[in-house]
Protein backbone atom coordinates (compact mmCIF):
# COMPACT_ATOMS: atom_id res chain seq x y z
CA UNK A 1 0.00 0.00 0.00
CA UNK A 2 0.90 3.38 -0.32
CA UNK A 3 0.30 5.58 3.10
CA UNK A 4 -0.12 9.06 3.66
CA UNK A 5 0.42 9.91 7.27
CA UNK A 6 -0.31 13.67 8.00
CA UNK A 7 0.90 15.12 11.40
CA UNK A 8 1.63 18.36 12.69
CA UNK A 9 4.34 17.62 14.55
CA UNK A 10 6.69 14.46 13.64
CA UNK A 11 10.56 13.92 15.43
CA UNK A 12 12.85 15.65 15.97
CA UNK A 13 10.06 17.52 17.19
CA UNK A 14 9.31 15.42 20.85
CA UNK A 15 5.26 15.31 21.18
CA UNK A 16 3.48 11.81 21.63
CA UNK A 17 1.20 12.22 18.71
CA UNK A 18 3.91 12.77 16.23
CA UNK A 19 6.09 9.81 17.79
CA UNK A 20 3.29 7.63 17.53
CA UNK A 21 3.37 8.57 13.77
CA UNK A 22 6.92 7.27 13.53
CA UNK A 23 7.13 4.26 15.35
CA UNK A 24 4.21 3.23 13.58
CA UNK A 25 5.41 3.83 9.98
CA UNK A 26 8.67 3.08 10.39
CA UNK A 27 7.70 -0.39 10.91
CA UNK A 28 5.01 -0.58 8.31
CA UNK A 29 7.79 1.02 5.54
CA UNK A 30 9.86 -2.50 5.36
CA UNK A 31 6.23 -3.52 2.99
CA UNK A 32 4.71 -0.53 1.97
CA UNK A 33 5.65 3.16 1.14
CA UNK A 34 5.15 5.91 3.60
CA UNK A 35 4.84 9.40 3.24
CA UNK A 36 5.06 11.46 6.63
CA UNK A 37 3.77 15.25 5.54
CA UNK A 38 4.76 17.44 8.64
CA UNK A 39 5.92 20.89 9.67
CA UNK A 40 9.11 22.58 8.69
CA UNK A 41 11.61 21.99 11.48
CA UNK A 42 14.72 24.29 11.38
CA UNK A 43 18.16 22.12 10.91
CA UNK A 44 16.24 20.29 8.47
CA UNK A 45 15.64 19.24 5.01
CA UNK A 46 12.07 19.41 3.50
CA UNK A 47 12.50 16.05 1.59
CA UNK A 48 14.21 13.53 3.07
CA UNK A 49 14.28 9.59 3.53
CA UNK A 50 14.17 8.79 7.20
CA UNK A 51 13.72 5.02 8.07
CA UNK A 52 12.22 3.57 4.91
CA UNK A 53 9.44 6.79 5.37
CA UNK A 54 9.69 9.51 2.58
CA UNK A 55 9.55 12.79 4.87
CA UNK A 56 7.91 15.98 3.65
CA UNK A 57 7.93 19.19 5.73
CA UNK A 58 6.65 21.90 4.94
CA UNK A 59 4.78 25.81 6.43
CA UNK A 60 7.53 26.57 9.11
CA UNK A 61 5.88 29.44 10.52
CA UNK A 62 7.61 33.14 10.63
CA UNK A 63 8.24 33.81 14.13
CA UNK A 64 9.03 37.02 16.03
CA UNK A 65 9.64 38.59 19.19
CA UNK A 66 6.75 39.85 19.13
CA UNK A 67 4.48 37.08 19.01
CA UNK A 68 3.42 34.78 22.05
CA UNK A 69 4.25 31.28 21.54
CA UNK A 70 0.50 30.14 21.70
CA UNK A 71 -0.63 32.48 18.41
CA UNK A 72 2.60 31.21 16.55
CA UNK A 73 1.16 27.58 17.58
CA UNK A 74 -2.02 28.13 16.00
CA UNK A 75 -1.49 29.80 13.08
CA UNK A 76 1.71 27.07 12.75
CA UNK A 77 -1.18 24.77 12.85
CA UNK A 78 -3.84 26.61 10.61
CA UNK A 79 -0.84 27.29 7.71
CA UNK A 80 0.63 23.55 7.79
CA UNK A 81 -3.26 22.85 7.45
CA UNK A 82 -3.83 25.02 4.57
CA UNK A 83 -0.88 23.64 3.15
CA UNK A 84 -1.43 20.18 3.05
CA UNK A 85 -4.26 20.36 0.73
CA UNK A 86 -1.86 21.71 -2.06
CA UNK A 87 0.83 19.13 -1.04
CA UNK A 88 -1.40 15.97 -1.11
CA UNK A 89 -1.66 15.21 -4.36
CA UNK A 90 -0.48 11.69 -5.04
CA UNK A 91 -2.08 8.51 -5.49
CA UNK A 92 -2.42 7.25 -2.29
CA UNK A 93 -4.64 3.56 -1.25
CA UNK A 94 -4.76 5.26 2.80
CA UNK A 95 -4.66 8.90 4.42
CA UNK A 96 -4.22 8.66 8.36
CA UNK A 97 -4.39 11.78 10.02
CA UNK A 98 -3.06 12.64 13.63
CA UNK A 99 -6.00 14.50 15.38
CA UNK A 100 -3.93 17.18 16.53
CA UNK A 101 -5.40 20.30 14.64
CA UNK A 102 -8.86 20.17 13.88
CA UNK A 103 -8.77 22.24 10.52
CA UNK A 104 -6.29 19.65 9.72
CA UNK A 105 -8.82 16.92 9.81
CA UNK A 106 -11.16 18.86 7.17
CA UNK A 107 -8.20 19.81 4.78
CA UNK A 108 -7.38 15.90 4.97
CA UNK A 109 -10.89 14.84 4.25
CA UNK A 110 -11.08 17.21 1.40
CA UNK A 111 -8.22 15.99 0.38
CA UNK A 112 -9.36 12.29 0.31
CA UNK A 113 -12.78 13.43 -1.27
CA UNK A 114 -11.18 14.88 -4.00
CA UNK A 115 -8.93 11.64 -4.89
CA UNK A 116 -11.76 8.78 -3.97
CA UNK A 117 -8.96 7.81 -1.27
CA UNK A 118 -10.19 6.26 2.38
CA UNK A 119 -9.52 8.56 5.16
CA UNK A 120 -8.64 7.46 8.76
CA UNK A 121 -8.78 9.64 11.83
CA UNK A 122 -6.30 8.96 14.68
CA UNK A 123 -7.64 10.18 17.92
CA UNK A 124 -5.19 10.60 20.80
CA UNK A 125 -8.17 12.61 22.83
CA UNK A 126 -11.52 14.16 22.98
CA UNK A 127 -11.48 17.85 24.00
CA UNK A 128 -15.20 18.45 23.86
CA UNK A 129 -15.60 20.10 27.25
CA UNK A 130 -11.71 21.19 27.46
CA UNK A 131 -12.18 23.16 24.45
CA UNK A 132 -13.65 26.57 26.72
CA UNK A 133 -10.88 25.74 29.64
CA UNK A 134 -8.00 25.35 27.54
CA UNK A 135 -8.81 27.61 24.76
CA UNK A 136 -10.11 31.69 24.58
CA UNK A 137 -13.68 31.41 23.67
CA UNK A 138 -13.11 33.32 20.06
CA UNK A 139 -11.18 29.74 19.27
CA UNK A 140 -13.57 27.18 21.53
CA UNK A 141 -16.72 27.63 20.23
CA UNK A 142 -16.03 26.98 16.43
CA UNK A 143 -13.18 24.61 18.24
CA UNK A 144 -16.42 22.66 19.76
CA UNK A 145 -18.20 22.71 16.96
CA UNK A 146 -15.77 21.56 14.48
CA UNK A 147 -15.05 18.38 17.03
CA UNK A 148 -18.28 17.40 16.74
CA UNK A 149 -18.47 16.80 13.21
CA UNK A 150 -15.12 15.87 12.89
CA UNK A 151 -15.87 11.44 13.72
CA UNK A 152 -18.29 11.74 10.32
CA UNK A 153 -14.85 12.75 8.15
CA UNK A 154 -13.59 9.30 8.35
CA UNK A 155 -14.19 5.97 7.06
CA UNK A 156 -12.19 4.58 10.33
CA UNK A 157 -11.50 6.56 13.82
CA UNK A 158 -8.84 5.21 15.52
CA UNK A 159 -8.82 6.10 19.41
CA UNK A 160 -5.51 5.24 20.92
CA UNK A 161 -6.98 4.72 24.35
CA UNK A 162 -10.22 3.24 26.12
CA UNK A 163 -10.90 6.56 27.67
CA UNK A 164 -10.44 8.42 24.01
CA UNK A 165 -12.95 5.88 22.83
CA UNK A 166 -15.62 5.83 25.42
CA UNK A 167 -15.76 10.14 25.16
CA UNK A 168 -15.83 9.37 21.48
CA UNK A 169 -18.79 7.35 21.63
CA UNK A 170 -20.56 9.03 24.46
CA UNK A 171 -19.74 12.82 23.54
CA UNK A 172 -19.20 12.82 20.07
CA UNK A 173 -21.76 10.50 19.45
CA UNK A 174 -19.63 8.52 17.50
CA UNK A 175 -21.21 4.68 16.19
CA UNK A 176 -18.84 2.25 18.04
CA UNK A 177 -18.45 0.16 14.49
CA UNK A 178 -16.28 3.59 13.11
CA UNK A 179 -13.67 3.17 15.66
CA UNK A 180 -10.89 1.02 16.41
CA UNK A 181 -9.01 0.90 19.81
CA UNK A 182 -5.00 0.52 18.84
CA UNK A 183 -2.76 1.67 21.82
CA UNK A 184 0.32 3.33 21.83
CA UNK A 185 3.21 1.30 22.88
CA UNK A 186 7.14 1.07 23.45
CA UNK A 187 10.36 -0.15 21.83
CA UNK A 188 10.90 -2.69 24.29
CA UNK A 189 14.26 -4.04 22.15
CA UNK A 190 15.50 -0.70 22.36
CA UNK A 191 14.82 -0.32 26.09
CA UNK A 192 16.30 -4.12 27.24
CA UNK A 193 19.40 -3.80 25.40
CA UNK A 194 20.41 -0.48 27.69
CA UNK A 195 21.89 -0.85 30.92
CA UNK A 196 21.86 1.62 33.93
CA UNK A 197 22.00 1.74 37.56
CA UNK A 198 19.21 3.06 39.30
CA UNK A 199 19.73 6.19 41.24
CA UNK A 200 17.43 6.19 44.73
CA UNK A 201 15.50 9.47 45.16
CA UNK A 202 16.28 10.47 41.45
CA UNK A 203 13.06 11.98 40.39
CA UNK A 204 12.07 12.59 36.73
CA UNK A 205 9.67 14.31 34.37
CA UNK A 206 9.77 13.96 30.87
CA UNK A 207 7.43 16.12 28.09
CA UNK A 208 6.78 19.20 27.11
CA UNK A 209 6.71 22.05 29.44
CA UNK A 210 3.17 23.14 28.77
CA UNK A 211 0.70 24.59 31.65
CA UNK A 212 -1.81 21.14 31.08
CA UNK A 213 0.80 19.51 32.25
CA UNK A 214 0.90 21.23 35.63
CA UNK A 215 4.60 20.77 36.38
CA UNK A 216 4.49 23.29 38.54
CA UNK A 217 2.47 21.13 41.19
CA UNK A 218 5.83 18.68 41.07
CA UNK A 219 8.05 21.45 41.81
CA UNK A 220 5.96 22.15 44.70
CA UNK A 221 5.49 18.70 45.91
CA UNK A 222 9.59 18.28 45.88
CA UNK A 223 10.36 21.62 47.77
CA UNK A 224 8.45 20.01 50.45
CA UNK A 225 10.05 16.56 49.86
CA UNK A 226 13.11 18.06 49.67
CA UNK A 227 13.38 19.39 53.02
CA UNK A 228 12.91 15.79 54.79
CA UNK A 229 15.05 13.48 51.85
CA UNK A 230 17.81 16.06 51.41
CA UNK A 231 19.60 13.54 48.68
CA UNK A 232 16.60 13.27 46.29
CA UNK A 233 16.53 15.22 43.06
CA UNK A 234 14.78 16.32 40.22
CA UNK A 235 15.61 16.12 36.68
CA UNK A 236 13.07 17.61 34.05
CA UNK A 237 13.67 16.83 30.71
CA UNK A 238 11.65 18.61 27.80
CA UNK A 239 11.15 22.20 26.01
CA UNK A 240 7.93 24.57 25.91
CA UNK A 241 6.37 27.85 26.25
CA UNK A 242 6.69 27.33 30.85
CA UNK A 243 10.18 26.78 30.96
CA UNK A 244 11.14 30.24 32.11
CA UNK A 245 8.65 30.22 34.82
CA UNK A 246 9.26 26.98 35.82
CA UNK A 247 13.13 28.30 36.21
CA UNK A 248 11.54 31.02 37.60
CA UNK A 249 9.69 29.26 40.63
CA UNK A 250 12.42 27.01 41.24
CA UNK A 251 14.44 30.08 42.06
CA UNK A 252 11.96 31.29 44.12
CA UNK A 253 11.24 27.86 46.03
CA UNK A 254 15.46 28.03 46.03
CA UNK A 255 15.48 24.90 44.51
CA UNK A 256 19.06 25.02 43.10
CA UNK A 257 19.50 21.43 42.48
CA UNK A 258 16.99 20.86 40.12
CA UNK A 259 17.97 19.86 36.00
CA UNK A 260 16.23 21.27 33.04
CA UNK A 261 17.69 19.51 30.25
CA UNK A 262 16.83 19.72 26.74
CA UNK A 263 15.05 16.57 24.75
CA UNK A 264 18.00 14.14 24.64
CA UNK A 265 18.86 11.19 22.11
CA UNK A 266 16.67 8.42 22.77
CA UNK A 267 19.31 6.27 24.55
CA UNK A 268 20.15 8.57 26.63
CA UNK A 269 16.87 9.06 27.55
CA UNK A 270 16.25 5.68 28.27
CA UNK A 271 19.70 5.61 30.15
CA UNK A 272 17.94 8.69 32.56
CA UNK A 273 14.46 7.20 32.84
CA UNK A 274 16.30 3.57 34.11
CA UNK A 275 18.46 5.18 36.46
CA UNK A 276 15.58 6.96 37.84
CA UNK A 277 13.91 6.10 40.99
CA UNK A 278 10.48 7.01 39.60
CA UNK A 279 9.05 9.14 36.71
CA UNK A 280 5.84 11.54 37.23
CA UNK A 281 3.46 12.90 35.09
CA UNK A 282 2.05 15.48 36.70
CA UNK A 283 -0.57 16.33 33.73
CA UNK A 284 -4.77 16.50 33.97
CA UNK A 285 -3.98 15.94 30.37
CA UNK A 286 -3.18 12.91 28.24
CA UNK A 287 -4.38 11.23 25.79
CA UNK A 288 -3.06 8.11 27.16
CA UNK A 289 0.64 8.90 27.98
CA UNK A 290 3.30 7.29 26.00
CA UNK A 291 6.07 8.12 29.03
CA UNK A 292 3.74 6.02 31.32
CA UNK A 293 4.76 2.68 28.73
CA UNK A 294 8.54 3.98 28.70
CA UNK A 295 8.77 4.23 32.26
CA UNK A 296 7.57 0.85 33.07
CA UNK A 297 9.54 -0.47 30.51
CA UNK A 298 12.45 1.20 31.73
CA UNK A 299 12.06 -0.58 35.60
CA UNK A 300 10.52 2.78 37.01
CA UNK A 301 7.38 2.92 38.39
CA UNK A 302 5.45 5.69 37.20
CA UNK A 303 3.24 8.62 38.83
CA UNK A 304 0.23 9.96 37.52
CA UNK A 305 -2.91 12.24 38.26
CA UNK A 306 -6.80 11.18 37.81
CA UNK A 307 -8.52 13.93 35.74
CA UNK A 308 -11.77 13.79 34.26
CA UNK A 309 -11.10 13.49 30.63
CA UNK A 310 -7.54 12.26 31.03
CA UNK A 311 -6.46 8.49 29.93
CA UNK A 312 -3.56 7.50 32.36
CA UNK A 313 -6.09 5.86 34.31
CA UNK A 314 -6.11 3.22 31.19
CA UNK A 315 -2.57 2.27 31.95
CA UNK A 316 -1.60 2.74 35.17
CA UNK A 317 -3.41 0.78 37.58
CA UNK A 318 -3.10 1.93 41.45
CA UNK A 319 -0.81 0.44 43.63
CA UNK A 320 -0.21 -2.19 40.92
CA UNK A 321 2.15 -1.07 37.74
CA UNK A 322 2.47 3.10 39.07
CA UNK A 323 0.30 5.39 41.47
CA UNK A 324 -2.79 7.13 40.47
CA UNK A 325 -3.20 9.86 42.55
CA UNK A 326 -5.28 13.23 42.97
CA UNK A 327 -2.98 16.11 42.23
CA UNK A 328 -2.86 17.08 45.79
CA UNK A 329 -1.21 13.60 46.26
CA UNK A 330 2.20 13.71 44.13
CA UNK A 331 4.32 14.48 47.43
CA UNK A 332 2.36 11.91 49.36
CA UNK A 333 3.00 9.41 46.41
CA UNK A 334 6.66 10.15 45.82
CA UNK A 335 7.47 9.54 49.25
CA UNK A 336 5.67 5.93 49.51
CA UNK A 337 7.66 5.16 46.65
CA UNK A 338 10.82 6.10 48.94
CA UNK A 339 10.11 4.42 51.96
CA UNK A 340 8.07 1.28 51.04
CA UNK A 341 10.50 -0.99 49.78
CA UNK A 342 8.03 -3.71 49.09
CA UNK A 343 5.23 -1.35 47.10
CA UNK A 344 8.13 -0.69 45.29
CA UNK A 345 9.43 -3.66 44.09
CA UNK A 346 5.76 -4.84 43.31
CA UNK A 347 5.12 -2.26 41.23
CA UNK A 348 8.44 -2.30 39.17
CA UNK A 349 7.80 -6.02 38.90
CA UNK A 350 4.14 -5.53 37.65
CA UNK A 351 4.99 -2.83 35.44
CA UNK A 352 7.87 -4.37 33.38
CA UNK A 353 5.34 -7.59 32.54
CA UNK A 354 2.33 -4.94 31.73
CA UNK A 355 4.34 -3.78 29.66
CA UNK A 356 5.29 -6.45 27.48
CA UNK A 357 1.64 -6.48 25.72
CA UNK A 358 2.32 -2.84 24.53
CA UNK A 359 5.54 -3.28 22.27
CA UNK A 360 5.53 -0.95 19.03
CA UNK A 361 5.69 -4.10 16.76
CA UNK A 362 2.34 -5.08 17.31
CA UNK A 363 0.43 -1.82 17.45
CA UNK A 364 1.77 -1.49 13.80
CA UNK A 365 0.29 -4.48 12.92
CA UNK A 366 -2.85 -3.91 14.29
CA UNK A 367 -2.57 -0.27 12.27
CA UNK A 368 -1.62 -1.94 8.82
CA UNK A 369 -5.29 -4.36 9.54
CA UNK A 370 -7.23 -1.08 9.93
CA UNK A 371 -5.73 0.75 6.70
CA UNK A 372 -6.16 -3.04 4.64
CA UNK A 373 -9.58 -3.38 5.51
CA UNK A 374 -10.30 0.30 4.99
CA UNK A 375 -8.77 0.25 1.50
CA UNK A 376 -10.67 -2.88 0.19
CA UNK A 377 -14.20 -1.53 1.73
CA UNK A 378 -13.62 1.21 -0.93
Not at 320 to 336: C, K, M
Request: include cysteine; glycine fraction near 6%; charged fraction near 25%.
Amino acid sequence: MKIAMITTFFPPTIVGSGNRFYEVGKRLSDEHEIHVYTAGIKGCTNEEKMDGMYIHRYSMPKTSKTESIDREYHILKLKFSLDTLKKLNKDFDVIDCNVVSKPLSYVSYFASKSQSIPLILTWHEVWYEQNFKLLKTSMAIPGFFMELFMPKLADINIAVSETTKRRLIELLKVNPDKISLISNGVDLNRFNSILAEKKYGRILYVGRLESHKCIDTLLLAYYKLKKIYTDIELILVGKGPQKEYLQNLSKKLNLKDIKFQDPMPYEQLIATMKSSWTLVLPSIKEGQGIVLFEAMAAGTPPIAIKAEGSAVGDVIKNNYNGLLVQQTEIESAIQRLLTDEDLYANVRKNGLEFVKEYDWKKMAAKTAEIYELVRRKR
